[in-house]
């Protein structure tokens, strides 16, 4: 008896050294930007090829995020038929579209997280996209969501696609035309952005759009619509996040007329919240009883840490300062989601004023400039961590390492070489990061 407890205790054992390091989606498990299980490395450089596992050329063009499962890396992109989709980054305030709405085939592409070997690409729309993209967009945005046995993927008004681990189509849900762009000037097209989510079974979607918003749950399984909230909302390109609180499960989303909370069983409304920036991009997030919610654009830059208690309609001014842990009015983000480490917050910028938090209280403990020399400019994809130290990528190439403490700390600046404006993602280590051009796979070696 004694030696069968004991071969039974280590093949436990054993299965939890072998569990993979999944980053299932968006930002990887509940939108936390986190995968603690090991450390990665702080320094690499992609030219010289130090600390570079692999590097593979993606075809066309995507800002999806790479997502993993066991040691599959699966990512989208948009191949132009004709020429190559130009892609302008950088700080500026131009709100036109890109003027290359030809024929495209969008596809997902899997590769191996070992070696950086394609096993399949497939093609899941081909056509002229319905909607044109933003300068510093592409027609491949949304990051793809997989429950292990299923990989959803939203392209907008080109349809949610869902497929199996080995690439065969399983189903397809059209919701027609999800036209996103700035609302005060509606011919300015910038295209989708927000991810699905997968959670018990069920696709979560949000689709903020110039018209007919809503969140929808449908059936992982067969794509069948379980329920659809209607919301009075302008486009916003955030993406929803599974809270689970005391009284029940939630679906956090941001936005700028209807911020809110849903029952994640019938959509029906548990609280909602008005204001902010009127271009929400920034994700949820939620740690120790705490909806974080950011966001930019307009008069305000708000960080809201909400209670995740809060019931019915609550306001950020002269309301019951009871809802919210703490707020601030201005210094929240315009493109980036922050991420929460233990008891801190950072938040960045786009021109990379990097700030840190109490994540309980909101006492600020720095606010320090994270790219001090004249490289490093454009912040869009948002950071990652090893729990230990936090990525962010500049949209010109580089990689910067900070220390996730409260005092503000650099511990290297890292060439990349290449255009950023995808969130990475970490599993077992490695450090995974989208170029324009390549996947690169950061790996102590």
């Not at 046995?149 to 999800?178: A, P, Q, Y």
């Not at 809110?260 to 548990?270: D, L, M, S, V, W």
């Not at 830059?301 to 309301?319: E, H, N, Q």
């Amino acid at each position: 008896m004694f030696r069968t407890n004991v071969i039974a205790l280590l093949l436990v054992f054993a299965a939890g050294v072998q569990a993979a390091d999944n980053w299932p989606s968006f930002r990887g498990p509940r939108a936390s930007g986190i995968s603690n299980a090991k450390e990665i490395p702080s320094t690499w450089n992609v030219a010289t090829g130090e600390n570079v596992a692999w590097r593979t050329d993606i075809p066309g063009l995507g800002l999806s995020s790479p997502i993993i499962w066991d040691d599959k890396i699966f990512l989208t992109t948009a191949v132009a038929e004709a020429g190559t989709a130009r892609l302008k980054a950088g700080l500026y305030g131009n709100i036109d579209a890109a003027d290359d709405n030809g024929p495209q085939s969008w596809r997902l592409i899997c590769l191996d997280k070992n070696s950086g070997k394609v096993f399949w690409n497939r093609e899941l729309h081909h056509g002229r996209p319905a909607i044109k993209r933003h300068t510093k967009a592409s027609h491949a945005n949304s990051t793809p969501a997989t429950d292990g046995e299923r990989i959803v993927v939203m392209l907008g008004s080109e349809g949610l696609h869902c497929l199996d681990l080995n690439g065969r189509n399983l189903w397809k849900k059209s919701f027609g035309t999800l036209d996103a762009g700035y609302f005060r000037v509606k011919t300015a097209q910038w295209g989708f952005g927000s991810s699905p989510i997968i959670h018990r079974g069920r696709v979560i979607v949000q689709a903020d759009v110039q018209g007919n918003s809503f969140l929808a749950a449908l059936d992982v399984k067969t794509g069948e619509e379980i329920w659809r909230a209607a919301r009075d909302e302008i486009p916003t390109w955030s993406t929803p996040t599974i809270v689970e609180t005391k009284s029940g499960t939630q679906i956090a989303i941001n936005g700028f007329r209807h911020t809110g909370g849903y029952n994640f069983e019938n959509g029906e409304e548990i609280w909602k919240l008005q204001g902010g920036g009127d271009i929400p991009v920034p994700t949820p997030l939620h740690a120790d009883g705490v909806i974080y919610l950011t966001s930019a654009h307009g008069k305000l830059s708000p960080i809201y840490a909400v209670r995740d208690s809060v019931a019915g309609k609550i306001v950020a001014t002269g309301g019951n300062d009871e809802d919210f842990a703490w707020k601030i009015s201005r210094g929240g983000n315009y493109m980036q989601t922050p991420i929460v480490i233990g008891d801190l917050l950072f938040a960045c910028r786009d021109g990379g004023i990097m700030s840190c938090y109490d994540a309980k209280t909101g006492e600020r403990f720095f606010q320090e400039r994270l790219n001090r020399e004249k490289t490093g400019f454009g912040f869009t994809a948002s950071p990652v961590s090893d729990g230990r130290k936090i990525v962010y990528v500049s949209e010109d190439g580089y990689g910067f390492v900070m220390a996730a403490d409260k005092k503000f700390k650099r511990m290297a600046r890292n060439t990349i070489g290449s255009a950023c404006l995808a969130t990475p993602a970490i599993s077992d280590g490695r450090l995974f990061i989208r170029t324009r051009e390549q996947l690169v796979c950061v790996a102590e070696h």
